[in-house]
């Protein structure tokens, strides 16, 4: 069984709207094909995860997180997200350690990658963010928008984005 197939039932409906089901399989070898080609290699979390969601774009439920605004979904396109850009992954695994390969785009068309154990986490424009330490979490940050979105990492001269939230108060 797949690590994702028991989500919380408020999460299985808003992926069924958009053509989820636990049974769902497509097939990764060209997305795959194409990455490796780039350096990326995949990893059983990501292939599971593309195997089941590949193709599917999913679209905000709520739009207002506690520090951020997210109305655009997540789209599970490993090459918009990684294609040309395994350098981000290479920063990605210097700054927080690991191997990641892209799962798709997800707010301002930021790349989101998968690590092996699971954790997620999105890049682009110089910020590294936590989506979660499991699909699940990051799946529910970007359809409900249910906790703060928390930067991970800012390249020299840029603060951190968003501000942090402390007790509900951006700080």
């Given amino acids: 069984m797949r690590r994702f197939e028991k989500f919380d039932d408020d999460l299985v409906a808003a992926l069924v709207r958009v053509g989820w089901s636990p049974s769902r399989e497509v097939d990764t070898s060209s997305w795959v094909q194409s990455l490796e080609l780039e350096g990326y290699r995949i990893h059983l979390a990501a292939e599971e995860v593309l195997a089941s969601m590949g ?9 207002s997180g506690p520090n951020f605004e997210n109305g655009d979904p997540l789209n599970f396109d490993p090459v918009a997200a990684g294609a040309s850009y395994r350098e ?3 920063e990605i695994e210097e700054v927080l350690g690991g191997s990641y390969f892209p799962i798709g785009e997800w707010l301002s068309y930021s790349s989101v990658f998968m690590e092996s154990g699971g954790r997620v986490v999105a890049t682009g424009m110089g910020w590294i963010w936590e989506l ?31 501000p942090e939230v402390e007790d509900g108060i951006v700080v």
Avoid: K
Avoid at 145 to 151: A, G, H, K
């Fill in 132 to 162: 979660g330490e499991t699909l699940e979490e990051a799946l529910r940050l970007a359809i409900f928008s249910d906790r703060p979105l928390v930067c991970l990492h800012a390249n020299p001269g840029l603060s951190p984005w968003p």
């Fill in 88 to 90: 981000m992954a290479l």
């Fill in 55 to 63: 193709g599917l774009v999913v679209p905000p439920i709520n739009s």
